[in-house]
């Protein structure tokens, strides 16, 4: 079998200049390949190894964006066969993250990604806005976007022709690739457009088909797959980690947990309606990050207070957003806002309240 190098897995001079800068020539240097409850795995031409930040780097820890993700090149001193300690971040060529809206800052999805995968799927509530939310994320850290439309066995070719040509109108310079990890239509399109070195995340809710369609370019069952339950209330969210997987064409996936839409208490009333609505009073409000809780110039708020926004549907949103960030985060990242959550919705609903008093 041919020797996997770093370069392989996406190491470039890129890194390395900056590792030469940092003085890290003592250390190796390892990819972040998958993030665990307080530790990580990280790979490199060597092996693969269980790792921990140091005592110290996690003191000296301003916000998230100090702690390893995956997708991070890290300088790493190893300990024994099995662990090693993570010295250092090498500085990120891109970085895929969400805002939270209260002030405990962001969440990191993958870092040092080229390409980010929104994927969708028909037989669901499909909707062109929701592909914004996405391109906006991943135009944020510099990472460009293309569109998966998965499950294109479940519609009818004059129904996919139409959808397609319905998407390509509204973002003209995103690449679309329609497939079905159930009859493997486009997979050949899909597997030509990841490029060896190249390292490519997959966003989009829950159940479209992330975890299926990487499988498929993997040739086998590696990740976990299920049907969505709509039975428990939290639901059922298949993949709850982040984790980097090398296909054998050469290009690199990054599996995420997708959000949930469930969970709404109006099921029938339908997201997108809720968010067409609120998205377009957003417009207006004086900040552009405004979380519409408790802004000064909020127009949301404004137009809640007029009785014109309906205060179920506000809550609705609210709350959803919420569960959004709430369910891609990975398990650690849970068991810190879990508690905060909680807490969040309370306050919300008191300043609202307190606003319309
Ligand atoms: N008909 C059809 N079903 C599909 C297709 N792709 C995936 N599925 C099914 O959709 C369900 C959800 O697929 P997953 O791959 O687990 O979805 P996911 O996006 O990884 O979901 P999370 O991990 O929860 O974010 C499974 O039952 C799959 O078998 C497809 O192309 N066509
Ligand atoms: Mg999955
Ligand atoms: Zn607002």
Same mark, same amino acid.
């Given at each position: 079998?041919?020797?996997?190098?770093?370069?392989?897995?996406?190491?470039?001079?890129?890194?390395?200049?900056?590792?030469?800068?940092?003085?890290?020539?003592?250390?190796?240097?390892?990819?972040?390949?998958?993030?665990?409850?307080?530790?990580?795995?990280?790979?490199?031409?060597?092996?693969?190894?269980?790792?921990?930040?140091?005592?110290?780097?996690?003191?000296?820890?301003?916000?998230?964006?100090?702690?390893?993700?995956?997708?991070?090149?890290?300088?790493?001193?190893?300990?024994?066969?099995?662990?090693? @300690?993570?010295?250092? =971040? &090498?500085?990120?060529?891109? $970085? +895929?993250?969400?805002?939270?809206?209260?002030?405990?800052?962001? /969440?990191?999805?993958?870092?040092?990604?080229?390409?980010?995968?929104?994927?969708?799927?028909?037989?669901?509530?499909?909707?062109?806005?929701?592909?914004?939310?996405?391109?906006?994320?991943?135009?944020?850290?510099?990472? @460009?976007?293309?569109? =998966? &439309?998965?499950?294109?066995? $479940? +519609?009818?070719?004059?129904?996919?022709?139409?959808?397609?040509? /319905?998407?390509?109108?509204?973002?003209?310079?995103?690449?679309?690739?329609?497939?079905?990890?159930?009859?493997?239509?486009?997979?050949?399109?899909?597997?030509?457009?990841?490029?060896?070195?190249?390292?490519?995340?997959?966003?989009?809710?829950?159940?479209?088909?992330?975890?299926? $369609? +990487?499988?498929?370019?993997?040739?086998?069952?590696?990740?976990?797959?299920?049907?969505?339950?709509?039975?428990?209330?939290?639901?059922?969210?298949?993949?709850?980690?982040?984790?980097?997987?090398?296909?054998?064409?050469?290009?690199?996936?990054?599996?995420?947990?997708?959000?949930?839409e469930v969970g709404m208490t109006n099921a029938d009333e339908g997201v997108?309606?809720v968010?067409?609505?609120?998205?377009?009073?957003?417009?207006?409000?004086?900040?552009?990050?405004?979380?519409?809780?408790?802004?000064?110039?909020?127009?949301?708020?404004?137009?809640?207070?007029?009785?014109?926004?309906?205060?179920?549907k506000?809550?609705n949103y609210?709350n959803l957003?919420?569960e959004?960030?709430?369910?891609?985060?990975?398990?650690?990242?849970?068991?810190?806002?879990?508690?905060?959550?909680?807490?969040?919705?309370?306050?919300?609903?008191?300043?609202?309240?307190?606003?319309?008093?």
């Amino acid at each position: 079998m041919k020797e996997v190098t770093n370069e392989d897995m996406g190491y470039s001079d890129f890194f390395e200049s900056n590792r030469k800068k940092l003085k890290l020539d003592e250390f190796s240097v390892a990819r972040v390949i998958a993030e665990y409850k307080g530790a990580y795995k990280v790979k490199n031409s060597i092996g693969e190894y269980f790792a921990k930040v140091t005592g110290k780097k996690i003191f000296n820890a301003l916000s998230r964006e100090d702690y390893p993700a995956v997708g991070d090149w890290v300088s790493i001193k190893e300990q024994d066969e099995e662990w090693a @300690v993570i010295k250092e =971040i &090498l500085p990120r060529q891109t $970085l +895929i993250k969400r805002k939270y809206n209260n002030k405990n800052g962001i /969440q990191i999805i993958a870092t040092n990604i080229d390409v980010a995968f929104i994927v969708e799927a028909f037989g669901r509530d499909f909707n062109l806005n929701r592909f914004e939310r996405y391109f906006a994320i991943a135009n944020d850290g510099g990472v @460009v976007s293309a569109i =998966i &439309l998965n499950k294109i066995d $479940l +519609i009818s070719k004059e129904e996919l022709d139409l959808k397609l040509s /319905q998407t390509k109108n509204r973002f003209k310079d995103i690449d679309i690739i329609s497939t079905s990890a159930l009859t493997d239509i486009g997979l050949e399109e899909l597997k030509s457009y990841i490029l060896p070195g190249k390292t490519y995340c997959f966003l989009g809710s829950s159940g479209v088909g992330k975890s299926s $369609l +990487i499988n498929k370019l993997l040739e086998e069952n590696a990740i976990e797959t299920n049907e969505i339950s709509f039975q428990t209330n939290r639901g059922k969210h298949t993949t709850t980690g982040r984790e980097m997987y090398f296909l054998k064409n050469g290009g690199i996936v990054i599996d995420n947990p997708g959000m949930r839409e469930v969970g709404m208490t109006n099921a029938d009333e339908g997201v997108d309606n809720v968010f067409d609505e609120i998205t377009e009073l957003a417009k207006e409000c004086k900040f552009v990050d405004c979380s519409h809780v408790s802004e000064p110039g909020c127009n949301v708020l404004s137009v809640l207070k007029s009785g014109e926004l309906d205060e179920g549907k506000y809550y609705n949103y609210i709350n959803l957003k919420k569960e959004t960030e709430f369910y891609e985060m990975t398990e650690v990242e849970r068991n810190e806002k879990d508690y905060k959550f909680g807490k969040f919705i309370k306050k919300a609903k008191k300043d609202i309240k307190k606003y319309k008093n």
